[in-house]
């Protein structure tokens, strides 16, 4: 049985004191209905990390970070470290969410690297794919997610699966609006696990956690979350608020 997971991508939201204030409203409704299948994340902006994990302490909400840098340590300006995000209290970390593939020009080899240094200090990752709407419209879907889990987790074993999940996030669908249908989403996720089968080993497809993200609401949720190959969602501007990530949640828990 693979675990549900619903995560949250606080992208650059909230300050400490806000962040707090959503964290503490999270855990209260949470402590009232504890999921029983469902591992919930939050990932914050790196200057809430800390707050947030002393806030979480004794709970089972899991805390994760947006992004990290491919080096250890060194002179790199702005940049913040693998261990520096462990150190925080943070088990997880977002890594090639298109919004740093589109703004910052991170492309497979970067993503590689950060994947790689994660796993080298025991963050589990939380890895991000999906196609454009102009490559959806070409009918090359299959082919980009291909491309993008064969070149992101280049050199990774079946062991080092254990510790990513990923997300499959159509970039159309982020923050538009626009979700992608159930089926649509199915039949991508469904190719993921062959994908997975054939680069790595046959089972490794059935074993891999994969959420579906992009305008995951509420009311979408469960048409999502019911289908046989998606495992979760990456939830971005519905996690803002506690009632709507909590329902999302509670969405999760009715169709596990
Ligand atoms: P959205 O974002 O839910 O606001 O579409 C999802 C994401 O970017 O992870």
Redesign the pocket.
């Known amino acids: 049985m693979r675990q549900k997971v619903i995560a949250g ?1 606080w ?1 650059m939201y909230k300050t400490i004191p806000e962040a707090l204030r959503l964290v503490n409203q999270l855990r209260k409704k949470l402590e009232a209905q504890p999921p029983r299948r469902t591992r919930v994340i939050v990932c914050p902006p790196f200057t809430a990390l800390a707050p947030v994990h002393e806030a979480l302490q004794g709970s089972n909400i899991g805390l994760g970070a947006q992004n990290i840098f491919w080096e250890e340590e060194g002179a790199y300006t702005g940049e913040i470290s693998a261990a520096m995000v462990k150190s925080t209290g943070a088990k997880y970390v ?1 890594i090639g ?3 740093r593939r589109r703004y910052f020009h991170e492309e497979e080899a970067i993503i590689n690297k950060k994947i790689k240094i994660a796993l080298k200090n025991k963050l589990k990752v939380i890895h ?1 794919i999906g196609e454009s709407l102009e490559e959806r419209e070409q009918g090359l879907t299959m082919e980009v997610v291909s491309n993008q889990v064969e070149w992101d987790l280049k050199d990774l074993t079946p062991q080092d699966l254990k510790n990513i999940i990923i ?1 499959y ?1 159509p970039v159309w ?4 609006g626009k979700t992608a249908t159930p089926e649509q989403a199915e039949e991508v996720h469904s190719f993921l696990r062959d994908i997975l089968d054939a680069l790595f080993d046959k089972g490794a497809g059935k074993g891999m956690t994969i959420l579906y ?5 509420p009311e979408n949720a469960a048409s999502l979350l019911s289908q046989p190959d998606i495992d979760g969602a ?6 803002l608020k506690a009632d709507s990530f909590f329902k999302i949640i509670q969405a999760s828990e009715k169709v596990g």
């Open positions: 991508n992208k977002i969410h298109s919004e991000c997300a996030e669908a982020i923050g538009t993200g992009g305008s995951v609401k990456l939830v971005g501007g519905a996690c």
